[in-house]
C-alpha cells in the first residue's frame, strides 16, 4: 500500500489555497475552476482554517449571508484536524469516517503545509490497491 506521501506526490492537481481575507464567492471561484470540495486557508503559509462546500452551505446559505460580502475568515472551520506524509491511509480514513472529514490538510511536523487529501483520494487509492491485489492473486492461482 502507497503511503500518503507518495499518494500526494501521485496527485496531478495544484494545492489552491485561500486567504482569510478573501471573498466566500472568491473561495467558491477558485474550487469551481479546480473542481475541488475544500480549500485549505493560509494566513501566509500557516495554516488557519479550512473553507469547505459544507461551511458554504451551512453558514452563508441558511443564514441568508451574501458570498460576495462574506470573508472566508467569518464561516471557515477553524479548528482542523490534519495528518502528516507518515500518517497511513488507513489511519486518514478511520479518522475521516470517525469524525465526517471529507477533506483532511497534510503537514509537516514543523507545520509546513504539504498537501490535502480528500475521502474520494482514499476510496480511489483503496479500490486501485484491491485491484493490484486480485491481479496478483489470480497470477499466483494461474501459475
Known amino acids: 500500500m502507497k503511503t500518503l506521501k507518495q499518494m500526494l506526490a501521485g496527485k496531478q492537481r495544484p494545492l ?3 486567504s482569510p481575507n478573501d471573498s466566500v464567492f472568491h473561495a467558491l471561484t477558485l474550487m469551481a475552476q479546480h473542481n475541488v470540495g475544500a480549500l485549505m486557508v493560509l494566513n501566509g ?3 488557519v482554517g479550512i473553507f469547505s462546500e459544507r461551511d458554504y452551505a451551512r453558514k452563508v446559505i441558511l443564514h441568508g449571508k451574501s458570498s460576495k460580502e462574506t470573508l472566508v475568515s467569518e464561516i471557515m472551520s477553524d ?3 490534519y495528518v ?3 500518517t497511513t491511509l488507513d489511519e486518514c480514513m478511520a479518522l475521516m469516517t470517525d469524525k ?3 477533506h483532511l490538510p497534510v503537514l509537516e511536523e514543523d507545520g509546513t503545509v504539504v498537501g490535502i487529501i480528500s475521502i ?3 476510496v480511489k487509492e483503496t479500490i486501485s490497491n484491491q485491484e493490484f491485489l486480485i491481479k496478483q492473486l489470480e ?3 494461474s501459475g
Open 100 to 102: 465526517h472529514f471529507r
Open 45 to 47: 503559509e500557516q495554516l
Open 139 to 141: 497470477h499466483y492461482i
Open 16 to 18: 489552491v489555497v485561500v
Open 84 to 86: 502528516t506524509p507518515s
Open 120 to 122: 474520494g483520494d482514499l
Open 79 to 81: 479548528k482542523v484536524a
